[in-house]
């Protein structure tokens, strides 16, 4: 898909010439995001805390014809994001667009969790959203445009989170603030999130074994692991026009994990 002539697919989804900003766009499903935004004509800031990573993806942004600019920042610090938007802005003009991507769980029973691996979860997993999502509402609010936000939340937010219970707690919050955000911000500024199940990113790929693997996808009714792509394509939906009359909404992206039975079927009925 050339960025110049998008097609009809990039017509549809309306992003064409668009400005988004990806926190944690860097690696994974931020990296997918970022590209697939650019593919669909987007122009793209490309947020991590990692510079290296970050101007890799965006180095991908401009080999398909958009513009790009590496940020890096740690959007868990309020001070750090709004600089991260401000350079954004300066390279590639207003930003209308928002992926929070960032998350990561810390693993303790909720009995040994400590003050400390709690506070961080909810940082990374909730609070520097608030701090973004309000950032751009403000900014499109001053030029009179309109915008729309996406954040990566997950399946462990919407059932119990046992030995992650922070993580949990963070990403059921953050469902819940999607709902808040977009009945304030409406009809301004869209707000949605999409819900992860088992992704198969470069983090948890280094951690599945075979054996793993094999009993996970015995689980999933789409008999496979997600992929980053697979989240990319929903919140691209999320951002675009496609979606232009949804807001407040978390979609599950998780092979159909949530709506499963207790009792797996052992036989493929197919076969």
């Known amino acids: 898909m050339s960025a110049t002539t998008p097609g009809l697919a990039g017509t549809a989804f309306g992003l064409q010439g668009r400005n988004a900003i990806v926190l944690g766009g860097g690696l994974g499903m931020g990296e997918a995001v970022s590209v697939l935004l650019a593919e669909l004509g987007a122009d793209v800031a490309v947020v ?3 510079q290296d990573l970050a101007e890799g993806v965006a180095e991908r942004v401009r080999s398909v ?10 959007v868990l610090q309020e001070d750090s994001t709004l600089e991260a938007f401000s350079q954004a802005s300066a390279a590639i003009g207003p930003i209308e667009l928002l992926a929070n991507i960032v998350g990561m769980a810390s693993w303790a029973s909720a009995m040994d969790m400590t003050d400390d691996q709690w506070d961080t979860d909810f940082s990374r997993n909730l609070r520097y959203v608030w701090y973004a999502a309000r950032c751009l509402a403000r900014g499109v609010r001053e030029r009179g445009a309109t915008g729309a ?13 046992p030995q992650h219970a922070a993580y949990g707690a963070a990403k059921a919050g953050l469902i819940s603030l999607t709902k808040t955000l ?24 280094a951690l599945l074994t075979d054996e793993r693997e094999g009993e996970l996808r015995a689980k999933i009714p789409m008999r496979r692991l997600g992929t980053p792509d ?27 994990i949530l709506i499963a039975g207790p009792f797996i079927p052992v036989a493929d009925p197919w076969t």
């Open 149 to 161: 936000v996406v954040s990566v939340a997950s399946m462990d937010g919407m059932v119990s989170a």
């Open 65 to 74: 014809g958009r513009r790009a600019v590496a940020v890096t920042a740690d």
């Open 182 to 205: 977009a009945q304030e911000w409406a009809p301004v500024v869209r707000v949605n999130a999409v819900a992860p199940g088992m992704i198969r990113t470069p983090r948890t790929g």
């Open 230 to 256: 697979d989240i990319a394509r929903v919140a691209s939906f999320l951002l675009s026009d496609l979606a232009s009359y949804v807001t407040g909404h978390t979609i599950p992206v998780d092979g159909g």
């Open 48 to 50: 991590d805390l990692r």
